[in-house]
């Protein structure tokens, strides 16, 4: 029996399984039929519109064969000039045997192929053909290259992938013979929720996509292969939450009298409405023995580090420990210097001075000194420690907590699923989890990387807050990069600050050179290699000799400096002494100046859309209004549209929404970028809010009355698959 597992080499002959397995990794009929096609022809090209290198499908008669020895080298070709009665095309045959036979004068047929152009003329070399015939009886007529035959019932030509060695035709010839031998497959998808979507089933669906009649019948399976991957992918997340449900750890009820309440005390601001009862639900799930799972979206500087810091403080009342995990280095350590400062003595327990009911915090990041690092192991390890602060060097083995509570990760997007859950792993039980995201998130997003979560918002921004104004300043004219300086220089002399952000760091000897970028998110078609992008050396050489930039103090950030070199110089903005910050986007995510009010990009099209809004965040935080100078040379129509979308709102949900536009899916899942099959194919997070909602109520459904799917075994089949493939991923990645 021919199943999704059987060896397409037992199905199919070498010379077609060992080109489909070597050129796209294809070994199973499982393999091929998700081999999905990128297109389809209707059955006729015209043939007074070719372009070079598209496919085609003619039909044509035979005009004229002639087969001559070939000069180069041994054997004889066949050319035959087809026309479809007007234009005239050239079909070559190196290999003549067998169809110089079929390819008579007046033979009528339909070829496909790859057009060329030789001798100034439209040649398809070694095309797919098959004869029609005056008297029907004409499937295939026997032609090793024959395509589907035009009497099939099957009126679309799939085109697929490029498959070195094996021509567009004999490929659809071979998901012919897969699908024909196929008696059935399993369809993940209940039959009472096909039923009640319309959406017809897997086998048919298959079909339709490789054979099909007409674009409404690919369509309808398109569909149902859309709603297939929501509702697999709802299926793991219900899963996922199911599992955490049966979870059990410590109820952490903070009694009076604590950190937390001190803490209260001395807040210098009264918390937002949004805060306090974001803090409630947080108090409330972690006083329970289930443990949370929740994530925090607010806007940028909507403050959600105080609120985190409350619920951080609650469970070391309770004698557990918090951890914070940043997604760099200099949030890590910003954020262990903010909390030290805001919790003064409390932050000093067991030290001289410190308060009685006092912690102590940690920092712990891959690249600080040997001596501090063991001190901080040691502190978290002993339960000293209250709080530990870090980056992914808190992920790795070797560290270990006491009695691990609560685990924070601000900033998410660069943490995967896999990493929170190596966190989690490292309390003798699931510690609650609270993950931070100032992006807002689209919905669909929310619903596919984050379903298993439940989500809280921050929506007002603290009182006080400071308007942003956004500019494009085209980096062509020197006025307005003049201006931009001068304005940078006015602000810095008037007590302000500023950053500079550029996309690469340079070399601090020449002033240059150097090519590591640091912008990460190139949005596509963003990239111009022939373009030396500006670099935070040359930019920070060039602004010292500018007299705009007279008497201000500048500094250098970026992530090549040492670990102290760049707390250094991040304390040295904090504290004012510096005025100007040129850096790469160390800056991005959650660095917090209130005293800054300049921030200018330099090469702004280098970054992506949510990168440029999270650094504006970074101006605009204290009593002063924010600017934000977006400098570009870019006369790219996308890139600059893009800019101006950035410059004309600070909603970062419509924001969001531009920027999935212009990210690949797969990176918005975390998956890997190219290859394998952890993408999405058919379903867009874009397109498909209504339908990923369907299919995650219906998941939810199927998986809430029966959470072992013992009664679904091809869902159960589909769910394995793609965890097993996310974590592949996820090893790959490392
Ligand atoms: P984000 O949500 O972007 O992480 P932060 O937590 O960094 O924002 O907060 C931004 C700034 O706002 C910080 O300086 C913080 O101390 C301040 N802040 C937080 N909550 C309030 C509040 N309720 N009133 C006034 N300022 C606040
Ligand atoms: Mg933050």
New binding site residues.
């Given amino acids: 029996v021919v199943d999704e597992s059987t060896r397409l080499s037992a199905l199919l002959g070498a010379r077609s399984a060992g080109p489909l397995a070597k050129g796209r990794g294809l070994h199973t009929v499982g393999d091929l039929l998700q081999f999905w096609p990128r297109r389809y022809h209707t059955r006729e090209s015209d043939l007074s519109s070719l372009a070079k290198g598209e496919f085609v499908v003619v039909v044509a008669e035979v005009k004229s064969a002639t087969t001559r020895p070939m000069r180069a080298r041994r054997g004889r070709m066949l050319t035959v000039v087809i026309t479809d009665g007007s234009v005239e095309m050239d079909v070559t045959f190196f290999k003549p045997y067998g169809h110089e036979e079929a390819l008579v004068p007046g033979r009528r047929a339909v070829f496909g192929g790859q057009v060329d152009v030789y001798n100034r003329r439209w040649q398809l070399t070694h095309p797919g053909y098959t004869l029609l015939d005056e008297d029907e009886d004409d499937d295939g007529a026997g032609d090793a290259g024959s395509g589907p035959a035009d009497g099939d019932r099957r009126g679309l030509i799939p085109v697929y992938l490029r498959v070195p060695r094996l021509h567009n035709w004999t490929i659809a010839e071979c998901l012919r013979i897969v699908l024909d031998h196929l008696d059935d497959v399993p369809d993940p998808i209940p039959e009472e929720v096909r039923r009640r979507r319309g959406l017809m089933d897997r086998m048919e669906a298959l079909r339709a996509v490789h054979l099909p009649r007409d674009f409404a019948e690919v369509d309808a399976a398109k569909r149902r292969l859309r709603y297939e991957e929501a509702f697999v992918l709802q299926a793991v997340l219900a899963l996922r939450r199911e599992e955490a449900a049966r979870e059990r750890t410590t109820a952490r009820r903070p009694r009076g009298g604590g950190l937390l309440e001190a803490f209260d005390g001395r807040l210098p601001?009264?918390?937002?409405a949004g805060?306090r009862e974001v803090g409630e639900v947080l108090a409330r799930e972690m006083g329970q023995e289930r443990p949370m799972h929740r994530l925090l979206q607010?806007?940028?500087?909507?403050?959600?580090?105080?609120?985190?810091l409350r619920a951080m403080l609650a469970v070391v009342d309770t004698g557990g420990q918090a951890a914070l995990l940043a997604p760099t280095e200099v949030l890590a350590g910003q954020h262990h210097r903010?909390i030290c400062a805001?919790l003064g003595d409390l932050a000093q327990g067991g030290m001289l001075g410190g308060s009685e009911i006092g912690t102590r915090v940690a920092l712990l990041t891959g690249s600080q000194p040997a001596a501090a690092r063991k001190r901080a192991l040691l502190d978290a390890a002993t339960g000293d420690a209250g709080i530990v602060v870090g980056t992914h060097a808190l992920l790795q083995e070797g560290v270990g907590f006491r009695d691990l509570a609560l685990v924070v990760v601000?900033e998410q997007h660069r943490f995967g699923v896999e990493q929170r859950d190596a966190l989690r792993s490292k309390g003798a039980q699931s510690p609650h989890v609270l993950v931070?995201t100032?992006t807002p998130i689209p919905r669909t997003v929310a619903m596919t990387v984050f379903g298993d979560m439940e989500t809280s918002t921050?929506r007002e921004l603290?009182?006080?807050r400071s308007p942003i104004t956004t500019h494009v300043v085209p980096a062509d004219r020197p006025g307005w990069v003049q201006r931009t300086w001068e304005r940078v220089g006015e602000e810095v002399r008037a007590g302000r600050q500023a950053y500079v952000v550029c996309p690469r760091i340079g070399d601090e000897a020449s002033g240059d050179g150097g090519d590591e970028v640091a912008g990460q998110e190139v949005p596509e078609g963003g990239e111009d290699e022939a373009r030396e992008w500006a670099s935070v050396y040359a930019v920070e050489a060039a602004l010292r000799e500018d007299p705009a930039l007279r008497e201000v103090s500048i500094g250098v950030l970026h992530g090549r400096l040492a670990a102290e070199e760049k707390e250094a110089a991040m304390a040295r903005f904090a504290s004012g002494e510096t005025g100007l910050l040129v850096s790469t986007t160390v800056v991005e995510v959650?660095v917090?100046v209130?005293n800054a009010t300049v921030m200018v990009v330099v090469d702004a099209e280098r970054f992506g859309v949510s990168q440029l809004h999270q650094l504006r965040?970074r101006v605009g935080?204290g009593r002063h209004p924010g600017l934000c100078l977006l400098m570009t040379a870019t006369d790219a129509e996308g890139a600059r549209a893009r800019l101006d979308a950035v410059a004309a709102t600070t909603d970062g949900f419509a924001l969001a929404r531009l920027d999935l536009e212009q990210r690949r899916e797969g990176d918005v899942l975390g998956a890997r970028q190219s290859g394998g099959r952890s993408q999405l194919s058919f379903l867009s997070l874009l397109r498909d809010e209504d339908l990923i909602r369907h299919a995650r109520e219906d998941a939810f459904a199927v998986v809430g009355v029966d959470p072992a799917l013992g009664g679904h075994p091809a869902l159960a089949a589909a769910v394995a698959e793609r965890v097993g493939e996310e974590q592949a991923a996820f090893l790959e990645r490392g």
């Fill in positions: 601001f009264e918390l937002t805060q607010g806007e940028v500087g909507s403050g959600k580090t105080v609120v985190a903010s805001m601000d931070m100032a921050l603290p009182a006080g959650g917090d209130p965040g935080r």
